[in-house]
Structures are given as structure tokens and as C-alpha cells.
């Protein structure tokens, strides 16, 4: 089989999951977002059905699949117009890390409920002083006996309202040189100590961002994920598969767009004529279509790199995806609202929630300026700026 070319199984993975988002629809999914109500339902649904754990490894109750088969749901989730934003934290971050460096504890503990759904985890790095930059990351874990202290800030971490625990990153102190390194521990929501507080946003999804403050939290030192001394080995199995489902997720945005706009354009008719007949009108949505599946090629090109198992290969190219799939979308949904006119600024179309939605990916998980940074140096070999 070609590799350009979806095996039978991932290809009726992709009917049955869009089968389900429009089963659902946009209008369910901007309903619960403007009255800030979780999709519950839809999640639940998804997890029953096998969908929100096909990375999850099949003895913990998964689909035993990989990053690749993650992306699809999603992506087909987000072209339904319902698209699930905790897909790219919980099984994705949070499963992939535990899966391959927790205890045999933690896997028990969590990967089953990750798997069909019953249970979630957020995943907290960003920090107000430092954003993603792991080396300048302030919250520190020191040892108090047997248990950690761990104490700092964190901003716009998703979903902690409705998870029950946070993969948060901290540094501990290496005992031999002195210097920190990140580590990662798992934290329930209701352990003392740690607080977190709604932050207003003017974006319209159904999950909400938090700042938190971790002030002294003690944790058990089954709350360690991995070896402590494994550095940013462990961040970055999780923060591949972050920018690869960034990917998925705006990808998915991208395509829910586009296919508006196409329909418009194809029945709205002015003077007896389609104005999808039109140049000025299909060839700047003919443009989009093409960026849209060029960063789809490479989103499905850093999953396969990440599921062999090419850490290093898939961070080249998970970045590359990220930064593609951001300027795709943000492009498509522009000429979508475009192609509608005044009907593109209404609820009943729900593309002027995605303006907001798209440019979210040219700054998050990792900025755009950010991603040219490292192509800049890890793959055209140019000097540090920073």
C-alpha cells in the first residue's frame, strides 16, 4: 500500500468519528461553549466507544494504536464542527508520557480511565514568567523525607475544572551538580495546597484556561513520573504528541471551515449565477484547500515518525506541522468568513468562533516565532539567537 494511502482501518476510523461529531453537530458544541457547559455527553460517548484511547496500550484497556489514529479522531472531530481541545492533553500528553515512563502503579491508576474516558488529566507547563521554556520553568520540587514539596505558578492550563488530576512540570535540584531539571508529578485536583482560578477569555470553546498556584503541595514520591534525572527526555514524549494533535486540532477547524464556505459558495447565487462560479471566489478557497492538505501531510508525517519510534525526527517535523497547520487555518477561516460576507460574522454559521479559535495555534503550545527558531537551528544549522 502506498504511503500516501490510509489503510482500510484508519479510513473507517475517520467515517465512523465524523459520524459521530455531525451526529452531535456545531450547534451542539456552540451551544454548551456560550453557556460554558463541558461537552460531556459527546466526551462520554467517544470514550465508550473506543475513540478517546486508541493510543492507550490495549492492556490497559486502549485501542493499542498510536499518535497517528489519536490525530484522526480528532481531526474528523473538529471537521464535524464539535471538536474535543482535552483530546490534545489528556490521552495524548498525559496517557502517552505515563504509558511510557510511569510505574506500574500509575498505569493502573490512570491509563483505563484515560482510555474510555471516565477519567482525565490536564497538563500544566506554561508559567507567567517563563512560558513553555523548560530551562526557565519556576516551579521547584525539593524532597521532604520521603514525600516533595513542590511549589510555583502556572497560567492558561486547560480543563482543570473537569480533570481529576494535573501532569504539572517542575525542576528538582540535581543532587550533584546543583543545577535544576525538569521533572514531572502527578498531582489530584483536591490535594491541599494547590489552588487554581478561571481565566476570562474571549475565546468560545467549551473548555476553560485557569492559572494556578502550587503553594508547598506535598506529594507522595509515587507522584514522580519517571526517573527524576531523565530531563527533558520525558517533556518532550509528551510535548511531540502536543504539537502533532495542535495539528490534528486545527486542522480539523480548518476543514469545518472550508466545508461552509464551499456549500455557500456552491448554493448561494447572485444574478443567476453560483458565486462559487466565480474566480475571485474559488481560486482563493482552491488556495486554502491545498495549504490545508500540506500541513495534513506533514501532521500525518510526524505521528508515523513519533509512533516509530524517531523522538528526534518527530520533533522536527511536529514543529513543522504545528507552525503549517496554524497558518493553514488561520487562512481558511479568514476566506471562509470572506466567502459568506455578513452571513460569515453570524452565530448561525459559527465561523467568526473560529477566528479565534485558529489563531490560538500561531501561539499555542509553542509560538510560531518560536518553531522558525528551531528549524533556524536544528535543521538549517544557523547560530543561536537566544
Not at 104 to 110: I, P
Not at 124 to 145: L, Q, V, Y
Not at 253 to 258: E, P, V
Request: contains cysteine; proline residues 5%.
Amino acid at each position: 500500500m502506498s504511503v500516501f494511502t490510509e489503510s482500510p482501518e484508519r479510513q473507517a476510523l475517520r467515517r465512523a468519528v465524523f459520524e459521530l461529531g455531525r451526529r452531535y453537530g456545531a450547534g451542539y458544541f456552540q451551544a454548551k461553549a456560550r453557556a460554558g457547559q463541558p461537552t460531556h455527553e459527546l466526551w462520554s460517548e467517544a470514550g465508550k466507544l473506543g475513540y478517546l484511547g486508541v493510543n492507550i496500550p490495549a492492556e490497559y484497556g486502549g485501542g493499542g494504536a498510536g499518535i497517528s489514529e489519536l490525530a484522526i479522531v480528532l481531526e474528523e472531530l473538529g471537521a464535524a464542527g464539535t471538536p474535543l481541545l482535552m483530546l490534545v492533553v489528556s490521552p495524548a500528553i498525559c496517557g502517552t508520557v505515563i504509558a511510557r515512563f510511569g510505574t506500574d502503579q500509575q498505569k493502573q491508576q490512570w491509563l483505563p480511565g484515560l482510555a474510555d474516558g471516565s477519567r482525565r488529566m490536564a497538563f500544566g507547563i506554561t508559567e507567567p514568567d517563563a512560558g513553555s521554556n523548560s530551562h526557565r520553568i519556576g516551579t521547584i520540587a525539593r524532597r521532604d523525607g520521603a514525600d516533595w514539596l513542590l511549589s510555583g505558578r502556572k497560567v492558561f492550563i486547560s480543563g482543570i475544572d473537569h480533570s481529576d488530576a494535573v501532569l504539572f512540570v517542575g525542576r528538582t535540584e540535581d543532587a550533584t551538580t546543583g543545577k535544576l531539571k525538569p521533572a514531572l508529578f502527578i498531582v489530584p485536583r483536591d490535594t491541599p495546597g494547590f489552588e487554581y482560578r478561571p481565566i476570562p477569555m474571549e475565546l468560545v470553546t467549551a473548555e476553560k484556561q485557569f492559572q494556578v498556584f502550587l503553594d508547598d503541595v506535598r506529594l507522595p514520591a509515587e507522584a514522580l513520573v519517571g526517573d527524576e534525572n531523565a530531563g527533558l527526555m520525558q517533556l518532550f514524549a509528551g510535548l511531540n504528541p502536543e504539537r502533532i494533535m495542535t495539528a490534528a486540532f486545527t486542522l480539523g477547524l480548518a476543514r469545518q471551515a472550508l466545508g461552509s464556505a464551499v456549500e455557500y459558495a456552491r448554493t448561494r447565487t447572485v444574478w443567476d449565477t453560483p458565486i462559487g462560479a466565480h474566480q475571485g471566489i474559488a481560486h482563493p478557497l482552491a488556495q486554502c484547500a491545498i495549504e490545508v492538505e500540506l500541513a495534513r501531510l506533514m501532521m500525518q508525517k510526524a505521528a508515523d515518525l513519533y509512533d516509530s519510534g524517531d523522538d528526534v525526527a518527530a520533533g522536527e517535523a511536529a514543529n513543522m506541522a504545528k507552525y503549517a497547520a496554524g497558518e493553514a487555518a488561520c487562512r481558511a477561516v479568514d476566506q471562509a468568513v470572506q466567502t459568506l460576507g455578513g452571513n460569515g460574522l453570524t452565530q448561525e454559521y459559527g465561523l467568526a468562533a473560529l477566528i479565534a479559535a485558529t489563531r490560538v495555534a500561531r501561539v499555542a503550545p509553542v509560538s510560531r516565532e518560536m518553531v522558525l527558531n528551531f528549524v533556524a537551528q536544528h535543521t538549517l544549522g544557523l547560530p543561536k539567537s537566544y
